[in-house]
């Protein structure tokens, strides 16, 4: 059973989602959390305080999440970072939609924000070295266009879910990964491939 804090936060990320952070007030939160205003005053002082310990949460489970990059340096390594960065934003949906209140009202969240960014860019360009270096990819055909294919690649992982929901499209694990790996795919060698196709290709019900 969540305790009363817990549940406070559960709640809302869900409102947060469904209406945006600047449309909900304490009153709101805690009828959602079946609490009374000076019960949630007990635990939060006010809505600020609340958006920053959501917020807060969410940094930690993303560090958690790069803190494994290494593990797996190959395509599989790749693999299993898409899946757990779609698990991330699936359960966090509430980002999609406050972007821009975020930077025009917590520029301490925002900045905190853009700095993991920062590092899963790192991530992946540390990623497509590693594998350059042993064959996996091809080499770069002009000076940046690896730097480019991460950008891009990072902006599908930020924005493939919200997109497909705009869309009224299925949001799934498979179909995420199937798009990032697109981003991809055309960058590999001879051998990227064969290792693709056996080693990734299958869960993905991919036919090459």
Same mark, same amino acid.
């Given at each position: 059973?969540?305790?009363?804090?817990?549940?406070?936060?559960?709640?809302?990320?869900?409102?947060f989602f469904e209406q945006g952070i600047a449309g909900i007030r304490l009153q709101n939160i805690a009828d959602a959390a079946g609490i009374s205003v000076g019960n949630l005053a007990y635990h939060f002082k006010n809505k600020e305080a609340?958006?920053?310990?959501?917020?807060?949460?969410l940094f930690s489970e993303l560090t958690n999440i790069l803190s494994q990059y290494m593990v797996f340096p190959d395509l599989?390594?790749?693999?299993?970072?898409?899946?757990? +960065? %779609?698990k991330f934003y699936d359960a966090k949906g509430f980002t999609f939609n406050n972007w821009w209140h975020i930077?025009?009202?917590?520029?301490d969240i925002q900045k905190e924000w853009l700095s993991l960014n920062n590092k899963v860019l790192l991530q992946?360009?540390?990623?497509i070295d590693y594998n350059l270096n042993n064959g996996i990819f091809k080499p770069e055909p002009y000076k940046g266009a690896y730097e480019a294919l991460c950008q891009?690649?990072?902006?599908?992982?930020?924005?493939w879910i919200?997109?497909?929901?705009?869309?009224?499209?299925?949001?799934?694990?498979y179909l995420y990964k199937k798009a990032?790996?697109?981003? +991809? %795919?055309?960058?590999?060698?001879?051998?990227?491939?064969?290792?693709?196709?056996?080693?990734?290709?299958?869960?993905l019900h991919l036919d090459l």
């Open positions: 059973m969540l305790s009363t804090k817990a549940k406070i936060i559960e709640e809302s990320e869900r409102l609340i958006v920053e310990t959501v917020y807060e949460n599989s390594g790749f693999d299993k970072q898409f899946s757990a +960065l %779609y930077e025009r009202s917590f520029p992946l360009k540390k990623r891009n690649l990072l902006l599908s992982i930020n924005t919200p997109h497909q929901l705009l869309r009224r499209k299925p949001s799934t694990e990032l790996w697109a981003v +991809l %795919y055309p960058a590999f060698t001879q051998k990227g491939e064969e290792l693709f196709a056996v080693n990734i290709a299958p869960a």
